[in-house]
């Protein structure tokens, strides 16, 4: 599990070698594959990260962050570092150190670094990068769904007393982000909702009716799939709230689940973790309607605002 308070285990990593350069990996996936390798070299070495960051004249708490991928490498750190571990091959060398470059540049998220908190930023940084993302939500809609509308009253709602550029700011995140859905090479985007979501207006039945018109647009893009979780069903598998699974296109990155709190968020990576919400997301799209039957549905509601 990786967490905004204590980060108790280590984050996905990959071996070395693995192709990760793809087009939609971005930095945060690039700095956790590089902070990976950068472990396994270590351990390998029979080094502790107290003498690691001895070498590189820093804090043992540094080397845990760029193992972890939760900060950028310096060039000259990781050099120093795989002379440290015994690392002379020019080749190998420079394959880590190109790696080190690419994930040293900035994401396009990073110009709303003063409003986006370190827990959140990770996650943008991985939903760039997955190549499923598979979200189920109860009480809004996804965010990568939402209409500027809606998202202005969700984001009013923890935000009431910022300036109105503050918000407007956020706004736009919000939907910069959705523009991922509908660039090359897009990510299939699966989502399940409550039937409570859509039933809750968030600014008044004009704001809700085009969220709903919104929906049914989106789910004419061949990489989106909506199901609702009806009423009818009862009691479903999701008792505990909202999450979001990610996927990745590189073999050897793991499923992500995202689980979002109030001021911090978690990260599971462990395969039991991992296991045990795929699942719940499994039987979820059983009880659900199709996606078809979800249009219906939309359209019954869109009539009734």
């Known amino acids: 599990m990786v967490s905004h308070q204590g980060e108790k285990r280590d984050p996905v990593g990959v071996p070395a070698g693995s192709a990760l350069a793809s087009?939609?990996?971005?930095?945060?996936?690039?700095?956790?594959?590089l902070g990976a390798q950068l472990r396994r070299l270590r351990e390998a070495s029979g080094l502790t990260t107290a003498e690691?960051?001895?070498?590189?004249?820093?804090?043992?708490?540094?080397?845990?962050?760029?193992?972890?991928?939760?900060?950028?490498?310096?060039?000259?750190?990781?050099?120093?570092?795989?002379?440290?571990?015994?690392?002379?091959?020019?080749?190998?060398?420079e394959k880590l150190l190109a790696l080190t470059r690419e994930a040293s540049v900035p994401g396009w998220w990073q110009q709303y670094s003063d409003i986006l908190p370190r827990w959140l930023e990770l996650y943008v940084g991985l939903e760039k990068a997955a190549s499923v993302i598979r979200p189920y939500e109860v009480q809004f809609v996804h965010?990568?769904?939402?209409?500027?509308?809606?998202?202005?009253?969700?984001?009013?709602?923890?935000?009431?007393?910022?300036?109105?550029?503050?918000?407007?700011?956020?706004?736009?995140l919000r939907m910069e982000r959705q523009r991922l859905l509908t660039q090359p090479d897009a990510p299939e985007l699966w989502a399940v909702l409550d039937e409570a979501a859509l039933r809750r207006p968030a600014d008044g039945p004009a704001v809700m009716r085009a969220q709903l018109e919104y929906l049914l647009e989106l789910t004419d893009l061949p990489n989106v799939t909506l199901q609702i979780i009806?009423?009818?069903?009862?009691?479903?598998?999701?008792?505990?709230?909202?999450?979001?699974?990610?996927?990745?296109p590189e073999p050897d990155l793991p499923d992500?689940?995202?689980?979002?709190?109030?001021?911090?968020?978690?990260?599971?990576?462990?395969?039991?973790?991992?296991?045990?919400?795929?699942?719940?997301?499994?039987?979820?799209?059983?009880?659900?309607?199709?996606?078809?039957?979800?249009?219906?549905?939309?359209?019954?509601?869109l009539k009734e605002a």
């Open 23 to 33: 087009k939609r990996s971005g930095p945060t996936v690039l700095r956790i594959a």
């Open 52 to 93: 690691a960051a001895e070498a590189i004249r820093a804090t043992h708490s540094k080397i845990s962050r760029l193992e972890r991928g939760r900060s950028a490498a310096r060039q000259r750190d990781v050099a120093d570092l795989l002379s440290l571990y015994g690392v002379t091959e020019q080749s190998e060398r």
């Open 143 to 172: 965010g990568l769904m939402q209409t500027e509308d809606y998202a202005r009253a969700v984001i009013l709602i923890s935000n009431a007393h910022a300036p109105a550029e503050e918000v407007d700011r956020r706004v736009r």
């Open 230 to 248: 009806p009423f009818s069903v009862g009691p479903h598998a999701a008792a505990g709230g909202p999450f979001t699974i990610l996927r990745f």
């Open 256 to 301: 992500v689940v995202y689980l979002e709190q109030l001021n911090s968020a978690l990260y599971l990576d462990q395969p039991e973790d991992v296991d045990d919400y795929v699942a719940v997301m499994d039987q979820l799209c059983v009880q659900a309607v199709t996606g078809a039957a979800s249009k219906d549905m939309l359209r019954t509601l």
